[in-house]
């Protein structure tokens, strides 16, 4: 399939400085990741707080610069295009809908901004925008109202008309249903898809939520530390997950079964970032089945059964999803 978006051995770390003449710290923040989505796809992004994910939303969406690597949209090096186009390329859906719309502008203008930015004339913002509120399911009445006048399920549906209506290819959802009720979530998830069915969209899906992830997605990428370091078709690594930071986030959310362990998600002994950022593999600290290797040179990504898994034994039969062995302290 024809890939809608690529990404491209994409770096970045944040400066930070202790005192005014000091030299900065590197703090890196997303290392050496590459990925790629087809048209129609929906890619999780999935890992724990602090793993880089949002920061990968952010680079793709341009409100960060990569230090090196390159991000491709419909064959569009972003860095290269302009707003206009940029807006037509990819938009996003952020987590929180209270303070993702400016509480002093009404619907018509928050849902036309795209257009505004893109330059396109008044009475079409205002025929577009029209459109838009009724293809998210809310009623024409609510066309002049402010943000603080709707429910929270209104106002995420206000951030997907807002971000459907220069009629994106490719929509950046970080966390869209995290903020909300469990019941006001079922229905946006339900509009997402069919919005997606309807407009032919692909989405970057981020969410902590493995849950969420198994309903939408149709690939995931995991995320450890800023790297990606297991990714594949969705059902592959539900069922049977390689890497074991994978295991460890998917034996966190299994019921509790009679007769098998409980996850230990403790780690096996506080790490520091040098620990991790040295040689080998970033995660060995924490690995139940790290040897020797692991500390010496770090995995590099290796492909089988469609999976991609960066681990230097991986290629070891893991454990089922479910099944009494826990590799994180079982
Ligand atoms: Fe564990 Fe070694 Fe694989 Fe890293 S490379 S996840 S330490 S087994």
Redesign the pocket.
């Given at each position: 399939m024809t890939p809608l978006l690529e990404i491209d051995h994409l770096s970045m770390a944040f400066r930070q400085r202790s005192g005014f003449l000091s030299k900065p710290r590197l703090i890196p923040a997303v290392i050496d990741c590459s990925v790629s989505v087809s048209k129609g796809e929906v890619l999780g992004i999935v890992g724990e707080s602090g793993s880089g994910k949002s920061t990968l939303a952010k680079l793709v969406l341009r409100l960060l610069t990569p230090d090196t690597g390159q991000i491709r949209i419909d064959g569009s090096a972003i860095d290269t295009v302009g707003p206009r186009e940029f807006a037509e390329l990819v938009q996003p859906v952020f987590q929180d809908p209270y303070s993702s719309l400016n509480p002093k502008q009404p619907l018509s203008s928050i849902i036309a901004m795209p257009l505004a930015v893109g330059g396109v004339r008044r009475a079409e913002r205002e025929a577009r925008a029209r459109d838009m509120l009724d293809r998210v399911g809310l009623p024409a009445r609510l066309f002049r109202s402010y943000p603080n006048q709707l429910s929270g399920g209104q106002r995420q549906r206000v951030a997907i008309a807002r971000a459907l209506v220069s009629s994106p290819r490719l929509l950046v959802c970080d966390e869209p249903t995290s903020a909300l009720d469990v019941s006001v979530q079922a229905q946006i998830l339900e509009l997402l898809d069919e919005i997606k069915q309807s407009f032919g969209l692909t989405y970057l899906f981020i969410s902590h939520n493995l849950a969420v992830v198994e309903r939408v997605a149709t690939r995931v990428a995991v995320m450890y530390r800023g790297r990606i370091?297991e990714q594949g078709p969705s059902g592959s690594f539900f069922s049977t997950p390689r890497?074991?930071?994978s295991q460890m986030l998917l034996n966190s959310i299994l019921p509790p079964v009679v007769g098998r362990p409980l996850p230990n998600l403790a780690p096996t002994r506080r790490s520091t970032i040098a620990e991790d950022a040295g040689a080998?593999?970033?995660?060995?600290v924490h690995?139940p089945?790290?040897?020797e290797?692991?500390e010496q040179a770090p995995?590099v990504m290796k492909t089988g059964d469609g999976m991609q898994v960066?681990?230097?034994?991986?290629a070891q039969p893991l454990t089922e999803r479910g099944q009494a062995l826990n590799p994180i302290g079982g």
């Amino acid at each position: 399939m024809t890939p809608l978006l690529e990404i491209d051995h994409l770096s970045m770390a944040f400066r930070q400085r202790s005192g005014f003449l000091s030299k900065p710290r590197l703090i890196p923040a997303v290392i050496d990741c590459s990925v790629s989505v087809s048209k129609g796809e929906v890619l999780g992004i999935v890992g724990e707080s602090g793993s880089g994910k949002s920061t990968l939303a952010k680079l793709v969406l341009r409100l960060l610069t990569p230090d090196t690597g390159q991000i491709r949209i419909d064959g569009s090096a972003i860095d290269t295009v302009g707003p206009r186009e940029f807006a037509e390329l990819v938009q996003p859906v952020f987590q929180d809908p209270y303070s993702s719309l400016n509480p002093k502008q009404p619907l018509s203008s928050i849902i036309a901004m795209p257009l505004a930015v893109g330059g396109v004339r008044r009475a079409e913002r205002e025929a577009r925008a029209r459109d838009m509120l009724d293809r998210v399911g809310l009623p024409a009445r609510l066309f002049r109202s402010y943000p603080n006048q709707l429910s929270g399920g209104q106002r995420q549906r206000v951030a997907i008309a807002r971000a459907l209506v220069s009629s994106p290819r490719l929509l950046v959802c970080d966390e869209p249903t995290s903020a909300l009720d469990v019941s006001v979530q079922a229905q946006i998830l339900e509009l997402l898809d069919e919005i997606k069915q309807s407009f032919g969209l692909t989405y970057l899906f981020i969410s902590h939520n493995l849950a969420v992830v198994e309903r939408v997605a149709t690939r995931v990428a995991v995320m450890y530390r800023g790297r990606i370091v297991e990714q594949g078709p969705s059902g592959s690594f539900f069922s049977t997950p390689r890497h074991p930071y994978s295991q460890m986030l998917l034996n966190s959310i299994l019921p509790p079964v009679v007769g098998r362990p409980l996850p230990n998600l403790a780690p096996t002994r506080r790490s520091t970032i040098a620990e991790d950022a040295g040689a080998g593999c970033p995660f060995r600290v924490h690995c139940p089945i790290a040897s020797e290797i692991c500390e010496q040179a770090p995995p590099v990504m290796k492909t089988g059964d469609g999976m991609q898994v960066a681990c230097h034994k991986a290629a070891q039969p893991l454990t089922e999803r479910g099944q009494a062995l826990n590799p994180i302290g079982g």
